[in-house]
Each structure stands twice: as structure tokens, then as C-alpha cells.
């Protein structure tokens, strides 16, 4: 079994930065690819960014140019960096993670953009 877990959420003010981080442990050698979702109030799930073992990354096309997505699999994490912060960022952001055959989530952490 993988299991992650999200840190870096907080309150940022409209135009701010956050950095999130996510961990991942167990049996990390099943992981290929690795991802952040978020779910905004009354939204449905949506892709933030993807990332390969080989660090070949995809973007939602509305996000690209703000979040930047990074994996080191040395320390099996990924981490997004999220610049020029607007409210409607605001929503709990996921860590994914896809082996040969599951696929895990860590618990989430809340991103609140807000003056």
C-alpha cells in the first residue's frame, strides 16, 4: 500500500504563493505516475497537474504558467508550487498517486485565497 500525506496548505492573500508537499511511503517503488486534484465548494474533483517517474509533467490548461509541478523520487515526494494565487483557487488540493493497478489519495489539505 502507498500512503501520502499533504502539508503547505493555508490562507493566502489574492496574488500570494503557496508551496504544497506531498509524501508518499510504503510501497513506493509501484508508483508511475503521481498528481494534484482539488475540489472547490460545490465543484466537482478536477486535475491540477501530473507528473511521470521521469518528470514529464501535464497542466490543466488554466493553470499552466501559475503552478508548477515537482517530483523527487529519491525522497518519493511531489510538491506544487502555486504563484499569482486567485479566490477561485480556493479548494481542498489532493495528492494521487497511480501504481500497475491502484491508484492512492492522501487526505487533502484546504487552500483558502482570501483578502
Known amino acids: 500500500q502507498v500512503r501520502l500525506v499533504e502539508s503547505g496548505g493555508g490562507l493566502v492573500q489574492p496574488g500570494g504563493s503557496l508551496r504544497l508537499s506531498c509524501a508518499a511511503s510504503?510501497?513506493?517503488?509501484?508508483?508511475?505516475?503521481m498528481g494534484w486534484y482539488r475540489q472547490a465548494p460545490g465543484k466537482q474533483r478536477e486535475l491540477v497537474a501530473t507528473?511521470?517517474?521521469?518528470?514529464?509533467?501535464n497542466y490543466a490548461d488554466a493553470l499552466k504558467g501559475r503552478f508548477t509541478i515537482s517530483r523527487d523520487n529519491g525522497k518519493n515526494t511531489v510538491d506544487l508550487q502555486m504563484n499569482s494565487l486567485e479566490p477561485e483557487d480556493t479548494a481542498v488540493y489532493s495528492c494521487?498517486?497511480?501504481?500497475?493497478?491502484?491508484?492512492?489519495w492522501g487526505q487533502g489539505t484546504q487552500v483558502t485565497v482570501s483578502s
Open positions: 494521487n498517486a497511480k501504481g500497475y493497478s491502484r491508484a492512492s
Open positions: 510504503g510501497s513506493t517503488f509501484s508508483i508511475t505516475v
Open positions: 507528473i511521470t517517474r521521469d518528470k514529464t509533467s
